[in-house]
């Protein structure tokens, strides 16, 4: 080998060498820029009201991750075959045989492909989204997030629960739109219950125009009526309509504040109450009867 022909080598290699610094700083740029895309759809679609549930807000979040996912590895996919096609690699085959081998994976992987397709249809019908508390597959949780595989729950104790798409054969959403809250109320048979109706439907009024839970409540508050009647106590139930995710803090406000108004009002919460006969008292009872006779 000649000099002109080691330069000629080297100078081949070297294009081919900025060829792929070229590819690979593009697809990170790329990548940079898919991401930018999506934070910034996700700033415009941001409501400025804190105590607001937005809908479409959540919905971005949820498509965003997704968008972010699928198109990292697009890219990542045709910057491989792109490269192997610079340094000379025929990637005709590859791809033939990757849809072979695709073929051969598919059926092996039923499941895997249920998942994908149960993700795709639940984020086409917006069944649920990232911060929603929705119950499937036996557990109940918040969406912390969810991919078209997996769903991740994370439920009050802090556990974090990886359900497979296509596990969830039935979805309760408990944040979808609105949501409410229901509060049962027992009360001693002696009371009058049109004056504890009065009592609670002020409660629920006062409730409804408090500057804190106020604007997380949509209806105020009213009684349906009697519920049930128990072994020492009359059942009312109460229900309002609030913001997603805000049934839970005012149920708990709203029993909170009927406590303190019944213990103003001296209306009585009862409580079982027992009585226990004792045999040998009333046996020493009659015996000291028959003495004094």
């Known amino acids: 080998?000649?000099?002109?022909?080691?330069?000629?080598?080297?100078?081949?290699?070297?294009?081919?060498?900025?060829?792929?610094?070229?590819?690979?700083?593009?697809?990170?740029?790329?990548?940079?820029?898919?991401?930018?895309?999506?934070?910034?759809?996700?700033?415009?679609?941001?409501?400025?009201?804190?105590?607001?549930?937005?809908?479409?807000?959540?919905?971005?979040?949820?498509?965003?991750?997704i968008f972010k996912s699928v198109s990292k590895i697009v890219i990542v996919l045709?910057?491989?075959?792109?490269?192997?096609?610079?340094?000379?690699?025929?990637?005709?085959?590859?791809?033939?045989?990757?849809?072979?081998?695709?073929?051969?994976?598919?059926?092996?992987?039923?499941?895997?492909?249920?998942?994908?397709?149960?993700?795709?249809?639940?984020?086409?019908?917006?069944?649920?989204?990232?911060?929603?508390?929705?119950?499937?597959?036996?557990?109940?949780?918040?969406?912390?997030?969810?991919?078209?595989?997996?769903?991740?729950?994370?439920?009050?104790?802090?556990?974090a629960h990886f359900i497979p798409n296509g596990e969830i054969k039935v979805v309760s959403n408990l944040a979808k739109e609105w949501s409410r809250a229901v509060v049962n109320v027992g009360v001693a048979y002696k009371e009058d219950l049109d004056r504890v109706v009065s009592v609670l439907n002020r409660v629920g009024q006062e409730l409804s125009r408090d500057p804190v839970f106020g604007p997380g409540i949509l209806e105020p508050p009213q009684v349906l009526g009697v519920e049930n009647f128990g072994d020492s106590q009359i059942t009312l139930r109460i229900v309002t309509k609030t913001r997603p995710l805000k049934q839970w803090e005012t149920a708990r406000e709203l029993r909170k504040r009927i406590k303190a108004v019944f213990d103003q009002e001296g209306i009585e919460m009862p409580f079982p109450h027992r009585v226990v006969y004792s045999r040998a008292t009333s046996t020493q009872t009659s015996s000291a009867e028959t003495a004094k006779e």
Request: hydrophobic share 50%; charged share 20%.
């Open 78 to 159: 045709v910057a491989g075959l792109t490269i192997l096609g610079t340094i000379g690699i025929n990637t005709a085959p590859l791809i033939a045989g990757a849809g072979v081998a695709g073929l051969a994976i598919s059926f092996g992987a039923q499941n895997l492909i249920r998942d994908f397709i149960s993700g795709f249809f639940i984020l086409l019908e917006n069944q649920y989204r990232v911060g929603d508390v929705i119950r499937a597959a036996g557990v109940s949780g918040q969406v912390e997030d969810m991919n078209l595989r997996i769903t991740v729950l994370r439920d009050l104790e802090g556990v």
């Open 1 to 65: 080998m000649n000099y002109q022909d080691f330069l000629f080598i080297i100078k081949d290699k070297a294009d081919e060498a900025l060829q792929i610094a070229v590819i690979l700083v593009g697809s990170a740029l790329l990548i940079r820029v898919v991401r930018s895309i999506a934070d910034r759809l996700l700033k415009f679609v941001q409501d400025d009201d804190p105590l607001t549930t937005n809908q479409r807000e959540q919905r971005a979040v949820t498509l965003a991750g």
